[in-house]
């Protein structure tokens, strides 16, 4: 750095020196309770099972041949996958109702929100019940005569899966919805309008209309809750145990139970690897344009 570069930033600094004071606290905070913890969790990844030998992939070596990180990742993709795709087709349906003008649509919305203020330990508890054997749908399904025994929805691949996923849907399409409804009174009505007295139907202008301009809010709802399913913990953990196994969890155990911090920080350097791909490969293809508008 050039010594005019160098007093051209003492000048910065002091000119904006009360903005500084009032965000360093939040860039302390930053610093040391999430950016610092994540350098510090990949370091120690790169070392041996019980420590030392840095650099080496001894910890990813020994996770990558375990049985429980296999179905940890899978049940990681396979919730977030399946997850954020029904959160966004729910969410979408809600917000166009929600859009519209009806009789009740403030106590409609506030009725909507209410899994928002659930805590998620507390959602997951219900949910438990509702999905054990004897629970509320085994009852239902029984009664309409859809089952004649009760149903064991912690049993198999696919179904304690889909009951997390039902769970974490319930608990977070809210927040999707609150997004898109953002998006949709934003767009100007008379859109529409100029739409319907060209003969536009109701799906050619959501088609050409509502979804183009409604990719910003579209991204923004994607990437939030993107990076909040991948680090699911505390629905599987309660629902299904050990069971369902996530990498949060499996991280989890290996530091707790295990007593392995360096398996666990690989495991947790393996997530944080799946969300910036999973980020980045959707925003490159939907353009990044779409976050900057």
Request: no cysteine.
């Amino acid at each position: 750095m050039s010594f005019v570069s160098f007093s051209f930033f003492l000048k910065r600094i002091s000119k904006n020196k009360f903005e500084i004071i009032l965000i360093l606290p939040l860039a302390l905070f930053v610093f040391g309770f999430t950016i610092g913890p994540i350098i510090q969790a990949i370091m120690m990844s790169f070392e041996g099972i019980f420590g030392g030998n840095f650099p080496t992939l001894a910890s990813y070596s020994y996770i990558v041949h375990h049985h429980y990180f296999k179905a940890a990742l899978f049940n990681t993709i396979f919730i977030t996958g399946v997850g954020l795709s029904l959160e966004l087709i729910f969410g979408m349906i809600l917000a166009l109702i929600l859009s519209e003008k009806f009789f009740g649509r403030g106590i409609f919305r506030a009725v909507m929100l209410l899994p928002l203020g659930i805590p998620t330990i507390v959602s997951a508890s219900n949910m438990a019940f509702i999905f054990s054997t004897q629970g509320f749908l085994n009852e239902l399904l029984y009664r309409i005569g859809l089952i004649e025994v009760p149903i064991d929805w912690r049993v198999g691949t696919i179904k304690p899966l889909m009951t997390i996923v039902v769970a974490d849907m319930w608990k977070v399409t809210p927040l999707v919805m609150l997004i898109l409804l953002a998006g949709l009174e934003s767009i100007d009505k008379q859109l529409y309008e100029a739409a319907k007295v060209d003969g536009a139907g109701r799906w050619h202008r959501f088609r050409h209309i509502t979804l183009p301009l409604l990719k910003p809010y579209i991204t923004m709802a994607l990437v939030i809750r993107g990076i909040d399913a991948f680090r699911i913990f505390e629905l599987p953990l309660v629902m299904a145990g050990r069971h369902v196994p996530v990498m949060s969890s499996y991280a989890y155990f290996e530091y707790v139970e295990r007593n392995n911090p360096y398996t666990s920080a690989a495991g947790a350097t393996i997530l944080l690897i799946m969300i910036i791909i999973a980020i980045s490969v959707y925003l490159k293809a939907v353009g990044t344009e779409e976050v900057t508008r």
